[in-house]
């Protein structure tokens, strides 16, 4: 399969998804990695895994509505250059714009949204003030539409599930899957014995406030009161703009006695030379990497009761949770490591059992590769686009179709009351695209006549005349343009199902709703009720590797003929659908 993936920072491809994309390419993948940025070191890095690298405009942090529209422009027409099987988004912006353009671009892409955090716009610090509940509608809109149509998606925490369904970015029916977050290499970061001495407290971040920097600096002193000879350090790279520090803020930490040690691209180092790492976030983590690297090397980790963050420490055991925002309580708890260096061993091997148990990435890698359906399965074809990928175009059809044959549905509506009586409609669950349930709506065509014991009788015993006239010319099929003009099903695909009679086929099953149900389709043109089950779903199956809008085309004109002349079976085509089964299983 080939293999879209959409991020907002080259260097992340690497750093945070290097292990993922390369299980890709080791399953036989075609992988191509989007970002906005390209540093020669990190392509030279994407080109050695055997990664196609292309270019996307994206402001990351800017709110800019015409950068941002020109970045949807771009990741659309990327996404029909492409036109992959999967696409991969992770972080806000990849994840929103990359939904809408997998929409926009038709195609038979699946859509896989990874949240790793919902960020500030989600997190309840600060005042609640107009602008800010409409940005996060705005946002949750957006999130909305972009995860309307994934096959799934992914969550660090069991938090930011919870709020996605809260503020309605995820309905219920929609799939959302808690992973690990990226999980951590235990053999790239190995155990490293706690350095003997005076205690070294380390913070690895951005230097942003709400990674709770501030909290660091000003619990440094109280601790070092008590504790002359403890160290604090902090690790990681500016970041512009008010959300960070100025060059004369972090020249004043020196001052009071904090080490700021600039930025690295190799954290291992510095891991390897410290005692406890601290994490006081007050920004809504998804699963910090830097906490989980810190597990991996060894250390016991303080860090803040928050979603993502408190995920990562069991009590008492690999670490301690201070509230957010709180710097005695995180004064406290460093001094109480300071104090007890037998504590922060036992701490640190707690750490680095957890880390291999709960958070190795090969365990994280095996569980995405699963959900997405790229384990095991051979290289294919990128495939022609169909009918049923233009989506938007579909349902408006449908929707001017409802409109134009409104007097038909009328006077059947009539003649259906008139020689069956209510209900008109005849409503029943099944089973739609990735196997999501939807009522469909035809007219009725039988009767409610009972046996003597109260129960039904047989179908064909209850079918009418005039029920016969409606199945003959599919004209019961007609409000069936309904279920189109709501997306939940298409002018062509293989028919809705029951949902246990789907279940029941097992991974064929799951196979035959990769695609939308169709109003006719390549079984039904080709014997339909004529045939045997097992006819139909070969035949089904070969359409879904087959399809093309040549082919659909010919199925609505053979629908006409049919409804002209009657069904007739196709041997040669059934002959076909069963040699392409024997050649999968081969």
């Keep these: 399969m080939k293999v879209l993936v959409l991020a907002s920072l080259a260097y992340s491809l690497v750093n945070f998804r290097g292990a993922l994309l390369r299980e890709m390419i080791a399953e036989g993948h075609e992988v191509v990695a989007c970002a906005p940025d390209a540093d020669p070191a990190t392509l030279a890095e994407l080109s050695a895994m055997g990664v196609r690298f292309r270019l996307v405009p994206m402001d990351r942090t800017g709110t800019n509505p015409l950068r941002d529209l020109r970045t949807l422009y771009a990741m659309t027409a990327i996404l029909r250059a492409e036109t992959p ?47 800010r509940a409409t940005l996060r509608r705005l946002t ?68 942003m406030r709400n990674k709770g920097i501030r909290e660091f600096v000003e619990a440094a002193a109280p601790v070092r009161d008590r504790h002359p000879a403890a160290r604090f350090q902090i690790l990681g790279p500016h970041e512009p703009g008010p959300a960070g520090f100025a060059a004369e803020e972090v020249d ?11 930025a690295t691209r190799d954290v291992r180092p510095w891991l390897a030379q410290a005692s406890v790492f601290v994490l006081p976030s007050w920004y809504r983590e998804g699963l910090p990497r830097t906490i989980l690297e810190a597990m991996a090397t060894g250390r016991p980790i303080i860090t803040t009761n928050m979603p993502g963050c408190r995920e990562t420490v069991v009590p008492g055991e690999n670490g301690l949770l201070v509230p957010p925002r709180d710097v005695l309580a995180l004064a406290h708890a460093m001094a109480q490591l300071a104090a007890d260096p037998a504590l922060v061993r036992s701490m640190g091997a707690h ?31 990128c495939r022609r686009r169909a009918l049923s990928d233009y ?104 028919r809705p199902l029951l949902p246990e009679t789907v279940d029941a086929m097992g991974e064929r099953g799951k196979r035959r709703s990769e695609v939308r149900p169709g109003l006719t389709g390549w079984a039904q043109v080709n014997g339909n009720a004529l045939l045997g089950d097992a006819d139909k779903l070969a035949l089904d199956l070969w359409y879904i590797d087959n399809r093309s809008l040549a082919r659909d085309g010919k199925i609505i004109l053979r629908t006409l003929t049919m409804l002209a002349q009657g069904e007739r079976i196709s041997d040669l085509n059934i002959g076909r659908a069963y040699a392409r089964a024997a050649d999968r299983r081969g």
Excluded at 252 to 258: E, F, L, V
Excluded at 358 to 377: H, I, S, W, Y
Excluded at 409 to 429: C, D, K, S
């Design 85 to 131: 099987d999967i696409v991969l988004a992770y972080t806000q912006k990849p994840i929103v714009y990359g939904g809408i353009a997998t929409r926009l671009a038709g195609g038979r892409a699946r859509f896989f949204a990874m949240v790793s955090g919902l960020g500030h716009v989600y997190s309840e610090d600060g005042p609640a003030t107009w602008s």
């Design 140 to 207: 949750s809109l957006l999130y909305r539409v972009a995860v309307g149509r994934a096959a799934a998606i992914f969550v660090f925490n069991a938090d930011d599930a919870d709020e996605m369904r809260r503020h309605g970015i995820a309905g219920p029916g929609r799939r959302i899957v808690q992973v690990p977050g990226s999980g951590i290499d235990t053999v790239d970061f190995r155990h490293v014995p706690i350095p003997e001495g005076a205690p070294v407290f380390l913070l690895i971040a951005r230097l």
């Design 252 to 262: 004043a930490w020196r001052a009071r006695g904090i080490e700021y040690l600039g």
């Design 351 to 381: 750490s680095r059992q957890l880390a291999q148990q709960r958070f190795r990435v090969d365990k994280v890698n095996a569980q995405l590769l699963g959900e997405m359906g790229l384990t095991g399965a051979p290289p294919m074809p």
């Design 391 to 494: 989506r938007f175009a579909e349902r408006g059809l449908a929707a001017l179709a409802l409109v134009a044959v409104a007097p038909l549905l009328l006077l059947l509506a009539g003649a259906v009351t008139l020689t069956l009586g209510r209900p008109i409609l005849f409503r029943q669950r099944r089973a739609g695209e990735g196997g999501r349930a939807f009522e469909l709506i035809k007219f009725r065509s039988m009767s409610d006549a009972g046996a003597g014991s109260g129960r039904p009788l047989p179908d064909e015993a209850r079918l009418t005349c005039f029920g016969r006239l409606l199945r003959r010319s599919r004209l019961d099929e007609l409000p069936e343009l309904w279920n189109i003009a709501r997306g939940e099903m298409s002018f062509v695909g293989p």
